[in-house]
């Protein structure tokens, strides 16, 4: 049973444009989510997060949407760097469930110069 | 300030052989997680463990897995009689807090069992 469903393998977006990730989940307990980042041979890196009470965050180029209502939240990178080229895992956490994460599968980005 | 390290990088293991998978927290974090990342998979979690204690063991397999986080010295994954489906990268993160946001995570080790 996936929790946290990114449902697009692979995105490709040319360097300068927008990248648009999405992450959708179907456990209304979780109250945190956050996106890492993660290039071959290493861990995931954190990127950047939100709670629920919030329905947008920013931090620099990123920006993570929240939409509760849906079960849906999406990461905006503006502009796109051949160096975003990695793998983005979203992830959620409940309250209470002692911080463990749950993943989705990940999402294979390439920023094209 | 050294981040998560994890040791070995890359072990391989015979079917039937124990692998024992060591991870040793950022300065100053005394909560430890383990992750398991299967092929074209996300990370599944695995165990949460605080110094000398378990505190959620949720995600083991039921058998041959087991993790300690001793007083001194690094977390250790063990997995004993090893089979071709324990081959994966096995991640380990710390945190200086039990909420997620503070996690660092390790390079991993990744098992390949023959």
């Known amino acids: 049973d996936q929790q946290v469903k990114q449902n697009s393998p692979s995105l490709s977006v040319q360097e300068g444009r927008i990248s648009i990730l999405n992450c959708d989940y179907t456990?209304?307990?979780?109250?945190?989510f956050l996106w890492y980042k993660k290039y071959p041979a290493e861990g995931p890196t954190f990127l950047i997060s939100?709670?629920?009470?919030?329905d947008k965050n920013e931090d620099g180029r990123f920006t993570v949407f929240l939409n509760k209502s849906a079960k849906h939240l999406s990461l905006h990178i503006v502009p796109s760097q051949p160096g975003d080229s990695a793998v983005y895992f979203c992830?959620?956490?409940?309250?209470?469930?002692?911080?463990?994460?749950?993943f989705g599968k990940g999402i294979t980005l390439s920023v094209r110069p | 300030n050294a981040g998560v390290m994890q040791n070995p990088r890359h072990l391989v293991r015979r079917r039937g052989q124990e692998a024992r998978l060591r991870c040793s927290p950022m300065?100053?974090?005394?909560?430890v997680y383990w992750y398991r990342q299967l092929p074209e998979e996300g990370l599944k979690f695995m165990v949460y463990?605080?110094?000398?204690?378990?505190?959620?063991e949720s995600g083991m397999p039921k058998e041959r897995f087991s993790a300690e986080f001793p007083k001194e010295g690094p977390s250790i994954l063990r997995i004993q009689q090893v089979v071709r489906g324990d081959s994966a990268a096995y991640f380990c993160?710390?945190?200086?807090?039990?909420?997620?946001?503070?996690?660092?995570f390790g390079s991993g080790t990744r098992l390949t069992v023959v």
């Open positions: 300065k100053g974090h005394s909560h």
């Open positions: 993160a710390s945190s200086p807090n039990d909420r997620g946001s503070g996690y660092t």
């Open positions: 992830a959620a956490s409940e309250e209470g469930a002692n911080s463990k994460l749950t």
């Open positions: 463990l605080q110094k000398e204690n378990i505190i959620d």
């Open positions: 456990n209304s307990m979780f109250d945190y």
């Open positions: 939100i709670s629920s009470i919030k």
